[in-house]
């Protein structure tokens, strides 16, 4: 029980890494998933950040999209599921259906967040020198 409380470390990594590919890697790829396990993705996911399925949800019936009604209907079935399980379990479909998105992750969405991060670096920078008055020479 301790261990789904607190998911950290490599763990945490992958989740992050795997959510990076599902926002900003080759949408292709994702397409020519068949329905049930991108409805799981979804799920999962949404387990994942929000917890159980909110109430005003549980009415799939009415929805009149197929695939939507699919993908509330996954997360309704995952009610009371941790959402470090839920972490775990994204990861784990995300594998098993698309093995490739941890190379690509390795090659592309590490550039990704790095760039990121430096970019989140200069804008600290330039504002604290707007502030202060303060210049920073860059050695990068």
Known sequence: REREREMGGEEDDEWRAARL???KGPSATLQFLKDEPRALLYAYEAQALEGSCPSTFHDAASVADPF????VEAWKALNGMSKAEARRLFVTLLTAVLPEWKAWYGTQGKRMVIGAQSDEVGRILSSFSEKTGVVFKSSL
């Open 21 to 23: 590919f599902m926002a």
């Open 68 to 71: 939507l009604r699919r993908k």
